[in-house]
């Protein structure tokens, strides 16, 4: 019998000695897939070689026309460079809000950044209804991450404000009814508005068909900000899954770390649900199957979830471009099929192994 | 070996006052066990002590107030052992004991060689490197409890709070659970206070009894003091019987009053 001190880096340490290798590995072969395929473009085996082509010191001849290339880069590459970071920052958020909620079923969209961010959406599009572009930035997702940031801040003012509360429950139901109001007020606006409702729909089914090198370099630094900042709360994350109060009694100021993780992975949230849509599901599959198959301490389902959610979202996003080409099957609805039955398979798969 | 101090200390919930102007003293090295009937305030009292709930008065430990010190240092100098205990599923035994490292690790830091080698230890010294690498879900309720005992005493604090540790356990395993928190403060001169319902062993292990009654202490020394049928009657509402063994030991019998 090895000592138990092997036993805890076994299974801290040692486990994530060959999965976070495969996580990566997986990543770079989804990224390749995902500017591999597509419904334009050139044919898919002169993607690797043209890629090749453009290493320094490296030359070959794909036979890639300049047009094709720019496919590649100006539209697919995008594309799948947001898929990844969407997928990661939803999973890493959802399964961090998971980790201070301790509640495996929450999702990122728990404390009502999204309906706030929706909300934002469509007053910009009822407002803007002509998209006139005489803004000098695109007010759309500037309106849906202030939406969804102030939909967490009135979520946060409210469950806060409750004395003597011992637990997050307050926070858990003010978010519910913070939903509730940016949801109805977005209803009644579409309401009245009716000829937008098109347009506010595509957004909220999520969107990544029309991802620029600009929305990706618009989220980059909000979401670099979470993600180191909720990695760092890994191990804290663990100490909380004893419950506030004997995480309390250990020494962890659990109302101030539960504030700094609920910041981290809502600023992530807003920022990529203002340039991608609402894209269900990610925040709590992704975390989920993890748990599954590599156990629940955060140490290692944070950064599996950060390299996974990626590797997830741009695989979800391939049918949706080819499927019934020429239009676009709206990523959110994809990850809903895929998701689900993916998740009951890994259920199943982990009953019978017991 | 560090000393406890209580003056006048208070605990309200929602404007209901659980404890009423508690002023002891535990000397360092001292048991003192906290009895009385159930909503009397023995956990609120324990609570209080590791801040998990605000109190009124001063608590002092070797003569400073535990409010004037940050969460985690407070930590270094009491630990906790809970009445009902959540040992997260999915957790192996060594990564629970590990949790008790908490104090001794900064906000953003992770545990070292040190913690590792601290828990390690723990873990041999309490015999139970079988339950290491077990997961904590498939515990009985008497190796939980030798678990949870492993993580305070890898917390390495001088105070040991113990809230019912016993009551889950069956009697082999109480004596086992308690047998283990003695030897332990002797062995590190830890200061021990502990709520227990069941007042023989209550006499038995604790160098000191306070019987608790709404919120007050209504009664305070050793054993034999305290454990008086007559005391036990007023504030327990019972009937009992009080022995005296030929070594001192209290034994408290309840009476069967009914069809007698």
Known sequence: MSSPITAIQSTVHGASRWLIPASVVALLLAVLGGVMIGPAGPAWWRVPLELLNRLPLISIDSGMTSMEWAIIWQIRAPRVVLAAIVGSTLSIAGASYQGVFRNPLVDPYLLGV????GL???????VNRSGSSDWIIDPLPLAAFLGGLLAVLATYLVGSSVKNDRSSISLVLAGVAVTSLATAMQTFLLQRNSDVVRQVYSWILGRLSTATWGDVRLVIPYVLVSTVALLMHRRLLDVLRVGDEEATALGVDVSRVRLIVVISATLGTAAVVAVSGLIGFVGIIVPHAIRLVVGSSYRIVLPMSLLLGAVFLIVADIPGRILDNPAETPIGVVTAFLGAPFFLLILRTRQTQR | M?????????????????????????KPG??????????AGKSSLLRAITGVTPHGGRILVDGSPLTARSSRRRAQLIAYVPQSPVLPSGMTGAEYVLLGRNPFVTHFGHESALDHSMVNDVISRLDLADLAQRD?????????????????????????LLDEPTSALDIGHQQQALELVDKLRREHGLTVVSAMHDLTLAGIYSDRLALMHAGHRV??????????????????????????????????????????
């Open chain 1, 120 to 126: 934002g959406a469509t007053i910009v599009i009822t």
């Open chain 2, 136 to 160: 904590v879900d498939t515990l009985s309720g008497g190796e939980r409890q030798r678990l949870v005992i492993a993580r305070a005493i890898a917390q390495e604090a001088p105070i040991l």
């Open chain 2, 2 to 26: 560090t000393s406890l101090a209580f003056e006048n200390v208070s605990v309200q919930y929602d404007g209901r006052t659980a404890v009423h102007g508690f002023t002891d003293t535990i």
């Open chain 2, 219 to 260: 009664a305070h020394g050793p054993a034999e003091d305290v454990l008086r049928a007559e005391t036990l009657g007023e504030f327990y509402g019972v009937s009992v019987r009080v022995h005296r063994e030929d070594d001192g030991t209290i034994v408290v019998v309840p009476n069967r009053t009914a069809l007698r």
């Open chain 2, 30 to 39: 001292e048991w003192l066990c906290i009895i009385g009937p159930n909503g």
């Open chain 1, 114 to 117: 999204a309906a706030g961010a």
